[in-house]
């Protein structure tokens, strides 16, 4: 079945691509100017910017030549014209051109260097918030004001197609099954436990988030929804620092960075401090059905609050043995604690009893983690043959322990039970990549490489009570519910992937990866031990077609993995909540997404940019979570592989810079899900949209004042959906210290205390509502200041120039 639909997807996308060169060889005949852009050395000019004008001096055209320093425009009409190119730190470069057959090669475009200083004031557009790159879509954070304070989930709100709940979840595209890396390396703090390992990555160490919905064959398989990339501050040449502080009600964080280079050695050193409060109420309505008749009532109330303490730092060291090796090495070390204090109010109510009780607990969980990366790069003489080798090890240490104490409503201690668990896990992998040129210019290429991965990790767990005797201080051990868990995850995967473009403009990507994994566990109690493995190849296919300077067209086409993880699989049953127990399941199987995406770009060089795509994705194994209530109206949540996911969606964003001083951007995501379990005869569906708004605006003396908010309208599950979830933001920045630093004021929500948000869920044996109250409402001011030499090289000025085309300067 998987081949016919992929060998029909071929067919699809072939016709498309003859239709689509049909209607373009159908146009009325046009001129075409080519050329490419170089230095006197011979080396292409990046991104330079382009400027065809008429006779009169009228603009007809405008375009930025490509990374190899090639371009191409297209002249409305025969005629003369005058070609005007220019790039930061070069003279101008003008030629009359007469324009008279319909393909004119003008060869290299040389550049000189400018021979004197130049007086100059530059007028600076600020960077795109949004931009399209390649594959993936990148939210520039570094330009945004508002990420002066907070942390890495903050951030996240703003990136386009990514949500974070009230709770902290973070989706993309709804799907909560994503890899997140950090700097295009995979890391293992963000397997342990998302949520919390983002706490610890202050906003302001934030460049830029990628995200990347349709990833190459060179990618992990891993992540049924995508891949997220954050990449912290770049680091400039000479000696520098920064140091970020900010403190608020909810939050306060501290983080310094130091950078050391010298001509052939960089050293970097990073650490942060953060803590961040919580605060959520429940209110929890449910009924038991019995052949549809409600056979018990539960209703609870609960106050949780949850406090969390990290530390980092972070040691970085590169050795560049000439100009084109890097040798490096960089270890890194995480603490973080997250106690919860929570109360809760207990009544249920059924036909044989009434049980009514108050609950105190008290949870504490925390790990700590290391992690030492080793990486060798080789650039070869070819433009783009590279080679890059990857090894990585890390282990850690965890703990999430309970204890609980019931109390009768004539307020009797009658209970108390506490669970320890405690864990090990360690991690090694190690990743090579080859890049090899097929053609001089570096556009066509093939990419070739491997991975191997191992983790190893152990879950001591063990429940401790007294109902063998109500209010004895004498703790017992459960056995039937205390275990140990040894589990293993092997992964070997290789990959190829091929790159190249026709004359008629159009991009071809075309991969394949194969991973083969081995996992399972031993338990030392009753539940039975289990191992499998199974093997995935995985295609993924991009077409690319350039239709003018302005705008791209690209189909894509991929399939991602969700293998399910040691929290999945393990079977302890956390019961704090002795109404609402939640546990793992060994006998998970991963499970496969085929996505097939469409985009379109459009950015035109006034700046306004136009980024939207529409997709279809699917799968038949999903891991969802399933409530199930028993008799005595007691739920268990488990993970089962028990439903197909069907996913119909479309997204926008949108940049403009209005003038100078204000820029507006947005997002908007829409997509209709479908959720069908025959095994359970359940299904749900509906639709979904969110949508996020940031503006700025500069006023004189320094100041920048923003406003930016998020909405959506709810998640669906197979179970049932949530009501709305909105955050709104604002934040006013005073630059201080000749502009090396900076004073931010933000506000969260600052006209309301708190969200409400309801979850309904229903199943033959039950109907649910729970309404949820999150204290977000916050207030922080944060101080900024980069110190030390920060004179940049010449790789850094190319890279800053490609970051703002638009960039203007005038003499004096």
Known sequence: MAGKFFVLLLLTITSLVVKAQSVISGEKTSFQIKGVIVDTSGRPLERATVVLRYKDSAMAKTSVGGNDGRFALTAPLKGTYVLSISHTGYAPYSRVIEMNVPEQDMGKCILARQSKQLNEIVVQHRKALIQNKGDKLVYNASADIGNKSGSAADVLRKAPMVTVGSDGAVKLRGDASIKVLLNGIPSGIFAKNLKEALKMIPASSIQSIEVITAPSARYEAEGAAGVINIVTRKKVKQTSGNLDLSAGNLEQSASLGLNLSR?????????????????????????????????????????????????????????????????????????????????????????????????????????????????????????????????????????????????????????????????????????????????????????????????????????????HQPGSTDLKQDLARSDSMNYFQDIAAAYISTSFE????????????????????????????????????????????????????????????????????????????????????????????????????????????????????FNSNSIESLVAVDSNGISRTMPQNIASNRRLGANVNVYTAVNDNWTINGGLELYQVWFKSPALQIGNSGLFHSFNINTSYTVPGGYIFELSGDYSNGFITLQGKNTADYTYRLAVQKEIMQKKASITLSFNNPFRNYLKQTSIATAPTFQSQSVTRFYNQSLSIAFNWRFGKVHKNEDEKKAEHAEYPGRRRRSR
């Open 502 to 617: 026709t004359k008629s403009r159009w991009r071809f990507r075309l991969g394949a990866r194969y991973e083969y994994t081995r996992l399972g566990a031993r338990f030392r109690g009753a539940v039975p031990s289990f191992a499998t493995h199974f093997s995935n190849l995985v295609p993924s296919i991009l077409l690319a077609k350039n239709i003018n300077e302005e705008q791209e067209l690209k189909f894509n086409y991929t399939e991602r993995i969700r293998r399910p993880f040691i929290w999945d699989l393990n079977p302890y049953t956390d019961a704090s909540d002795p109404r609402n127990l939640t546990t793992g399941n060994p006998r998970l199987r991963p499970e496969i997404t085929r996505l097939l995406e469409v985009s379109h770009t459009y950015n035109p060089p006034s700046g306004f940019t136009l980024i939207s795509s529409a997709y279809f994705s």
């Open 263 to 467: 001509e052939k050695f960089d050293v970097t050193l990073m650490a942060s401090g953060s803590f961040e409060k919580e605060r959520r109420k429940t209110d929890l309505d449910r009924s038991l059905l019995l052949n549809g008749q409600t056979a018990g009532n539960l209703m609870q109330r609960s106050d949780i609050t949850q406090k969390t303490r990290g530390t980092s730092i972070e040691l970085g060291t590169a050795y560049r043995p000439d100009s084109s090796q890097k040798i490096g090495a960089t270890l890194s070390y995480w603490r973080e604690q997250w106690p919860v204090k929570s109360s809760l109010y207990n009544y249920y109510k059924d036909a044989k009893s009434t049980t009514e009780y108050n609950q105190l607990a008290d949870q504490k969980g925390g790990y700590h983690y290391y992690e030492l990366a080793l990486s060798y790069i080789k650039h070869f003489k070819r433009k783009k043959q590279e080679l890059q080798l990857l090894g990585n090890i890390s282990g850690s240490a965890d703990r999430s322990d309970y204890t609980t104490d019931q109390f009768s409503p004539d307020g009797r201690h009658f209970f108390r039970e506490l669970s320890p668990n405690k864990g090990h896990s360690k991690d090694y992998s190690f990743q090579l990549d080859y890049t090899h040129p097929l053609s001089k210019s570096g556009l066509s290429f093939l990419e070739t490489g491997m991975r191997w991965s191992k983790n190893n990790a152990t879950s001591n767990y063990a429940v401790f009570n007294n109902l």
